[in-house]
């Protein structure tokens, strides 16, 4: 063995020691950052994300207070609105008291 063949795998050896030590030092380095990071991400959501449902809650509260104030229902639209949500039954049953009713005006 000639002295160039030996420095020349010293020189690799060495490079491959340097690599392996970067890559687990970085490895490390990441996964701890990574878990930092979540942890951090973690505590945010779990702050943010109740204050942000209260805050679109209290929102269209807001809206929906502002929509009565400012747009009232007539007495006629709420009847009208109560009478599409009623079945085919239930409209028939308040046809017929409606019925009776005239009857017995009439009488």
């Known amino acids: 063995m000639n002295k160039d063949t030996f420095t020349m795998s010293e020189t690799t050896i060495i490079k491959i020691i340097y690599a392996t030590i970067a890559l687990l030092s970085g490895l490390t380095v990441g996964v701890v950052v990574a878990i930092f990071v979540s942890l951090i991400k973690l505590v945010e959501s779990l702050i943010a994300f109740p204050l942000e449902i209260y805050r679109m809650l209290m929102q269209s509260y807001k809206t929906r207070i502002m929509m009565q104030a400012f747009m009232p229902q007539s007495e006629k639209e709420e009847s009208d609105t109560e009478q599409e ?6 409209k028939m049953w308040d046809r017929h008291i409606e019925r009776i009713k005239n009857n017995n005006k009439n009488i």
């Open 85 to 90: 949500t009623k079945s085919e039954s239930e």
